[in-house]
Every structure is written in structure tokens, then in C-alpha cells.
């Protein structure tokens, strides 16, 4: 009787150690958690940016990008005269740009004449604490329709043409061009 309590005890030892090793484990986890919380939230900040397009019943495409900024302390080297600055930059590769404090806004309008098939497209944003980026990709069918309406079956001799083509909307005067060829 004696020996199954000791025996039991021993278990119960054994089960309490273990807890207690993955108990400081877990603590350990997460006091270095919230410490890093607290010692470099400024580091885990930083631009952020979005970008959007939109096709118009115009045949203009509207890319955007939305980019916010973070605020950086910035001292002299006496550490005296600080000020706060919340100025950045974002812009969309090869098409727009633009800066502000605090957030900043460009678009791009493109014509969708140009843009048949399958384009990706890039924002960034940069400020004091560092940059973002985001992409946007837009697929575009510019194929015109075509329909012939004459002539009908077999011909011979002297003929005219006649159909209908309906070209996408683009915002250039010319629409589009329409070449034959009979064989």
C-alpha cells in the first residue's frame, strides 16, 4: 500500500516537472513577443500603398495608387532640435508619381486602344521608415466583331462588300481600321 502512494507521488512529480518546463517555455515565448512589441513597433511601420484600375465606357483606363505615410522623428546631432515629418512619395512605374505628408494620390489615364491582352501594373510607396509596394494585373479584349453581311454565297463578276464592324471604345479619334482581303 505504501509503495503504490510512492510510486503515485512519483508520477504526480514527474507530470508537475513537465508542466512546469513547457509553462516556462510559453512564458518565455511570449514575454520575448511582447517585448518586441514594445521595443520596435516603429520598425514594423511603414508606407503602405494600393493600386486599382478601372475600365470607362469611354475606353479610358484609370489607374490609381493610394499610398499613406508613417511619422519619423528626426533630430540634429545634438539630439536638440527635432521634428516630426510625415512626407513621402508613391507612384505608379513608368506612368504617374506624387508626394505629400501624411498620404499622397496619383492617377494615370490610359487608353485602351493600346492596352489588348494581358498588362501588370506597380505601385510604390516610400517614406522615412520605408517602402511598399502592390500590382494590380488587367486583361483587356480589343477584338473587333465582324460580320459580312454581302454578298451571299457564290459570285461572279462585279460585287461590293458590305458588313458591320463594331470596334471596343478608346479614346483615340481613330477607332480602329478595317482591311480585306479576296482570294
Given at each position: 500500500?505504501?509503495?503504490?502512494?510512492?510510486?503515485?507521488?512519483?508520477?504526480?512529480?514527474?507530470?508537475?516537472?513537465?508542466?512546469r518546463?513547457?509553462?516556462?517555455?510559453?512564458?518565455?515565448?511570449?514575454?520575448?513577443?511582447?517585448?518586441?512589441?514594445?521595443?520596435?513597433?516603429?520598425?514594423?511601420?511603414?508606407?503602405?500603398?494600393?493600386?486599382?484600375?478601372?475600365?470607362?465606357?469611354?475606353?479610358?483606363?484609370?489607374?490609381?495608387?493610394?499610398?499613406?505615410?508613417?511619422?519619423?522623428?528626426?533630430?540634429?546631432?545634438?539630439?536638440?532640435?527635432?521634428?516630426?515629418?510625415?512626407?513621402?512619395?508613391?507612384?505608379?512605374?513608368?506612368?504617374?508619381?506624387?508626394?505629400?505628408?501624411g498620404?499622397?494620390?496619383?492617377?494615370?489615364?490610359?487608353?485602351?486602344?493600346?492596352?489588348?491582352?494581358?498588362?501588370?501594373?506597380v505601385?510604390?510607396?516610400?517614406?522615412?521608415?520605408?517602402?511598399?509596394?502592390?500590382?494590380?494585373?488587367?486583361?483587356?479584349?480589343?477584338?473587333?466583331?465582324?460580320?459580312?453581311?454581302?454578298?451571299?454565297?457564290?459570285?461572279?463578276?462585279?460585287?461590293?462588300?458590305?458588313?458591320?464592324?463594331?470596334?471596343?471604345?478608346?479614346?483615340?479619334?481613330?477607332?480602329?481600321?478595317?482591311?480585306?482581303?479576296?482570294?
Amino acid at each position: 500500500m505504501h509503495l503504490g502512494n510512492f510510486r503515485q507521488n512519483i508520477d504526480d512529480m514527474k507530470r508537475f516537472t513537465s508542466t512546469r518546463r513547457y509553462a516556462h517555455r510559453f512564458c518565455r515565448v511570449l514575454g520575448a513577443f511582447f517585448l518586441a512589441m514594445m521595443v520596435f513597433p516603429a520598425f514594423c511601420l511603414s508606407a503602405s500603398v494600393t493600386i486599382t484600375s478601372e475600365v470607362q465606357g469611354d475606353g479610358a483606363v484609370i489607374l490609381t495608387a493610394r499610398g499613406t505615410f508613417e511619422i519619423c522623428k528626426t533630430c540634429d546631432a545634438n539630439g536638440n532640435n527635432c521634428t516630426n515629418t510625415d512626407s513621402g512619395s508613391v507612384g505608379i512605374t513608368h506612368y504617374c508619381s506624387a508626394s505629400g505628408h501624411g498620404s499622397a494620390t496619383c492617377t494615370a489615364i490610359l487608353d485602351r486602344g493600346g492596352l489588348h491582352g494581358t498588362h501588370s501594373f506597380v505601385a510604390n510607396a516610400n517614406d522615412c521608415k520605408g517602402s511598399a509596394s502592390d500590382s494590380t494585373v488587367l486583361t483587356l479584349d480589343n477584338t473587333p466583331s465582324v460580320a459580312i453581311t454581302s454578298p451571299g454565297g457564290t459570285v461572279s463578276g462585279s460585287f461590293d462588300v458590305a458588313g458591320d464592324v463594331t470596334f471596343k471604345s478608346t479614346t483615340s479619334p481613330t477607332k480602329g481600321t478595317i482591311a480585306a482581303y479576296i482570294n
